[in-house]
C-alpha cells in the first residue's frame, strides 16, 4: 500500500505544480499593457523628433541615456519621462541641470499634456501626444 501512494506521488506532485504554476501564469499572460500612443518630443530650436517608445525615457548627456544632448547645461541623467495608466508624465532626477515644464521648475512629477514645453539648460523640447 505505502509503494503504491509513493507512486502515485512520484507522478502526480510534478503535475501539480504545473498546474499551479498555469493558473498563476495565465493573468498575467492575458494583460495587455496600455498603448503608446504616438507621443514624441521636438526639439523647439531644431525641430528633431524623438519618439517616446518605451514606458520609461531617460534624457540626459550620458550615453545610456534615451535621449542625449552633448551640452555643458545638461547633466548625466537629469529627467525621465514615464508612460502610466492615465498619461505621460516628466520626473526629475537628482541632477544640477534644472528642469521647467512651461517655465516651471519642475520639483517631483508632472503629467504632460501636449503643447508642453520642457526646458533642460539651454534646450526646449515640445511635448506631442496626438491620438491618431
Given at each position: 500500500m505505502l509503494e503504491f501512494v509513493l507512486r502515485i506521488s512520484h507522478y502526480s506532485l510534478p503535475v501539480l505544480a504545473v498546474a499551479v504554476l498555469l493558473l498563476c501564469l495565465s493573468p498575467l499572460l492575458k494583460r495587455k499593457p496600455p498603448s503608446l500612443?504616438?507621443?514624441?518630443?521636438?526639439?523647439?530650436?531644431?525641430?528633431?523628433?524623438?519618439?517616446?517608445?518605451?514606458?520609461?525615457?531617460s534624457i540626459g548627456s550620458h550615453k545610456n541615456c534615451d535621449i542625449i544632448f552633448d551640452s555643458a547645461d545638461i547633466s548625466r541623467v537629469c529627467a525621465v519621462i514615464i508612460c502610466a495608466k492615465s498619461g505621460w508624465y516628466i520626473t526629475k532626477v537628482k541632477s544640477a541641470t534644472e528642469v521647467k515644464v512651461n517655465g516651471k521648475v519642475l520639483e517631483k512629477k508632472e503629467l504632460l499634456k501636449t503643447n508642453d514645453k520642457i526646458s533642460f539648460g539651454n534646450i526646449t523640447l515640445i511635448f506631442d501626444n496626438k491620438q491618431g
Amino acid at each position: 500500500m505505502l509503494e503504491f501512494v509513493l507512486r502515485i506521488s512520484h507522478y502526480s506532485l510534478p503535475v501539480l505544480a504545473v498546474a499551479v504554476l498555469l493558473l498563476c501564469l495565465s493573468p498575467l499572460l492575458k494583460r495587455k499593457p496600455p498603448s503608446l500612443g504616438k507621443a514624441r518630443l521636438i526639439n523647439a530650436s531644431g525641430g528633431d523628433e524623438y519618439p517616446l517608445v518605451s514606458r520609461e525615457t531617460s534624457i540626459g548627456s550620458h550615453k545610456n541615456c534615451d535621449i542625449i544632448f552633448d551640452s555643458a547645461d545638461i547633466s548625466r541623467v537629469c529627467a525621465v519621462i514615464i508612460c502610466a495608466k492615465s498619461g505621460w508624465y516628466i520626473t526629475k532626477v537628482k541632477s544640477a541641470t534644472e528642469v521647467k515644464v512651461n517655465g516651471k521648475v519642475l520639483e517631483k512629477k508632472e503629467l504632460l499634456k501636449t503643447n508642453d514645453k520642457i526646458s533642460f539648460g539651454n534646450i526646449t523640447l515640445i511635448f506631442d501626444n496626438k491620438q491618431g
